[in-house]
């Protein structure tokens, strides 16, 4: 009985002290990695891949597969549901875990991550980023973009012919001939970006600089009311409003599916739609054209998502991160996966694409011939879209005598509690 | 064994709990107090500014945090006396002679096994394609349209659906209650010519009084902390009318990364709940009767 006790007592002495041990250890170890570095092994080293787009993770641990197989350097690539990447990146970032390649979706984001992001100047593959498309922190590269992604008005080319939404008047035209045809003759969906966050890019990115413009509006120089491009959004507004049905009731998966169905006209969406509608195997021919705020005929053409390195892990593991990416970006199995698999519009220039979708090939063209408008959002202040803009959309959808000046000066309160 | 060596087993399968308790709630919940007296975005690398106890004055000024307090005060009362209503209705149904009594009592739980995420979307559902369709074909459809997208008709949705959940496992408390109580009182009472509304006011009810504490003590701090049915439901909207406490010091830290403030939040939050709950314990544990 005695010697029972007391190996129990000493036991539990152990683990206690075996699980104080592992706790204080495991910092240590983290710490050590962080700071010194430089004393790993680049055959046997290993880097980790956190990205935030969960429709290419299947293609990407392909990817990494063949990396692997390749070089032998040992690939993981993260699982995320996508909408909380960013405080998931944080919390990794936090502790010490984070990974050695990331996605950035725009400068906010890099800049709030400035700590961590790489220098990639000096790297090779940054010389064959398009120009004004990398993303840059204090003028130095931090990130090379997945691809260039376009949005604006999927129209049905059987129902809907460009001059039909050249501008304003012929835009509420239209909707008004298909709201007494009984066709829906244009759709948003309930989710914040493609209710109120896409569409609200128009007339920031109309304006002559609209980082500047930001900027004023932030320090309270001008007021979206005041602005002609914002009235004359309101006005698009409230046409929307009162010749559609409420998009409130409309799950994006409702939206693609009812134009794919030929129920609606026209929906405002990106390429990335054209997954969903090659699914559906649409009997009809789909292009994309421009939202015509103030006759706006460009397309809105932007990055949605940036490659970038941790830059606070060890030298090692930095080079196997660079190596990584320049060779997803120079190989041939790297640049097929990334038109092919990712289904990715290139934002490099070495990379040829002549299989893509009709969307995309709108997207592209835009892009190549310069008809395209910035991605504004992409300066918003960070969550400002899902977190003040869409309650405010939600509240002029649902109140029917809200009009389009009163939503706009309502989005200038938005602002205002967003940078406060 | 003797007492001593006892000791040393409590001891040997308690340490690993209490381990565990303290490195995942004590602990974080000190730091969290800690970091509620900085500004700082969140991120290790950034500089966290010492502000005292500005956090805390901020938060009466913050009119988005008081409405989600009263949102969050209205759904409580509204959730907890319809859940203890209905949990207790279910009791006394299948305590009675009832056929299906256990076929009853195993539906009316099965709720509470699915999680609160799952549910939330399939009553989305319910509200959007179920309710809009019953209401066209029946032509009730000034009750039957989607109550999610209408900013007061929302918060009831959300209240109906936390009282689907809950009220089964509210009602296994009410029925261990039940059984709890002699059976020779009830029969007293029926020879002294007592009817069932009698037998239920002076003999049920106060007897369940340990019940009706540890229910409301339940219901009163999950529907306070209430988030996962909030989330995958109504994600706060629509136009911010359901966002309740829990959401609003998510979106405070992660939404707009104010750390340090959404921690102070979250302190006052802990408070709140503490005080009331408490005082919920206090005054019923008062009223209850010994046999």
Redesign the interface.
């Known amino acids: 009985m005695k010697f029972q006790k007391r190996t129990l007592g000493s036991l539990l002495i152990v683990a206690l002290l075996m699980i104080l041990a592992a706790c204080s250890g495991n910092e240590e170890a983290g710490k050590e990695s962080e700071s010194k570095g430089g004393a790993g092994k680049s055959s046997n080293q290993k880097i980790t891949i956190f990205q935030s787009k969960v429709e290419i993770s299947d293609q990407l641990e392909a990817l990494a597969k063949e990396y692997t197989k390749e070089t032998g350097v040992e690939v993981e690539v993260w699982g995320t549901t996508g909408d909380d990447y960013f405080s998931q990146l944080q919390i990794r970032m936090n502790s010490n875990q984070g990974p050695s390649i990331f996605s950035l979706q725009n400068v906010t984001e890099a800049e709030k991550m400035k700590s961590y992001v790489y220098d990639m100047d000096s790297e090779g593959y940054v010389k064959n980023i398009a120009p004004g498309m990398e993303l840059k922190v204090n003028d130095k590269v931090v990130g090379v973009p997945y691809g260039v992604e376009g949005f604006g008005l999927v129209y049905n080319k059987d129902l809907v012919k460009p001059e039909d939404v050249a501008d304003y008047d012929s835009f509420v035209r239209t909707l008004e001939k298909f709201k007494a045809e009984g066709i829906n003759g244009f759709g948003l969906s309930k989710e914040a970006y493609f209710l109120i966050g896409h569409i609200s890019n128009y007339p920031f990115a109309l304006q002559k600089n609209h980082y500047e413009y930001i900027d004023e509006l932030t320090d309270g120089k001008v007021t979206m009311a005041e602005t002609k491009e914002f009235q004359e959004f309101g006005k698009f507004m409230d046409a929307i409003k009162a010749n559609t049905p409420s998009p409130l009731d409309v799950t994006y998966d409702k939206e693609v599916g009812d134009f794919a169905a030929g129920k609606s006209a026209m929906i405002h969406q990106g390429n990335w739609a054209y997954g969903m509608l090659s699914d559906f195997n649409v009997d009809f021919e789909v292009g994309m054209l421009p939202f015509p705020l103030m006759g706006n005929d460009k397309l809105a053409v932007g990055v949605g998502n940036n490659w970038a390195i941790n830059g606070k892990k060890d030298e090692a593991e930095v080079k196997a991160a660079n190596d990584f990416l320049n060779w997803m970006f120079t190989s041939e199995i790297g640049q097929r996966y990334i038109v092919e698999e990712f289904g990715f519009v290139p934002a490099l220039t070495n990379i040829k694409s002549d299989k893509l979708d009709s969307l995309s090939q709108d997207v592209l063209n835009a892009s190549n011939s310069g008809k395209t408008i910035p991605w504004a959002l992409n300066y918003f202040p960070a969550n400002i879209i899902p977190n003040d803009f869409a309650p405010k959309a939600e509240e002029f959808f649902l109140s029917k005598d809200m009009t389009g000046k009163e939503f706009i000066e309502k989005l200038d309160d938005a602002w205002k509690s967003a940078v406060k | 064994m003797?007492n001593?060596?006892n000791k040393?087993w409590y001891?040997?399968f308690t340490?690993p709990l209490l381990?565990i308790f303290i490195t995942v709630v004590i602990i974080p919940f000190l730091i969290g107090i800690y970091y509620a007296f900085f500004e700082w975005?969140?991120?290790?690398?950034?500089p966290k500014v010492f502000v005292g106890f500005e956090n805390f004055v901020q938060l009466f000024g913050d009119t988005?945090f008081l409405a989600s307090t009263w949102k969050t005060i209205l759904f409580t009362l509204l959730a907890v006396i319809s859940v203890n209503v209905v949990g207790l209705v279910f009791a006394l149904l299948v305590t009675s002679k009832l056929r299906t009594a256990n076929a009853a009592r195993t539906m009316i739980f099965m709720p509470y096994l699915i999680g609160g995420l799952i549910l939330g979307y399939i009553w989305q559902f319910i509200f959007?394609d179920v309710f809009?369709l019953f209401g066209k074909v029946t032509g009730f459809d000034n009750v039957f349209f989607?109550w999610l997208?209408?900013?007061d008709y929302a918060l009831y949705a959300l209240v109906f659906v936390f009282t689907w959940q809950m009220a089964g496992y509210i009602m296994i408390i009410y029925i261990a209650g039940i059984q709890g109580i002699p059976n020779d009182v009830i029969e007293a009472s029926k020879i002294d010519g007592a009817n069932g509304w009698q037998r239920l006011r002076k003999i049920t009810f106060p007897l369940l009084m340990p019940a009706f504490t540890i229910s409301l003590f339940l219901t009163l701090s999950s529907a306070f902390k209430i988030y996962d049915v909030n989330l995958s439901l109504t994600n706060?909207?629509?136009?911010?009318s359901t966002e309740m406490f829990a959401m609003n010091i998510y979106?405070e830290i992660?939404?707009?990364?104010n750390y340090g403030f959404g921690q102070a939040k979250a302190i006052v939050f802990f408070f709140i709940v503490a005080a009331i709950t408490l005082t919920q314990v206090y005054i019923t544990k008062k009223r209850e009767v010994e046999m």
């Open positions: 003797s001593k060596s040393w001891l040997l340490t381990l975005d969140g991120i290790a690398a950034n988005r959007l809009t989607n997208i209408d900013i706060g909207g629509p136009a911010n979106n992660f939404g707009y990364s």
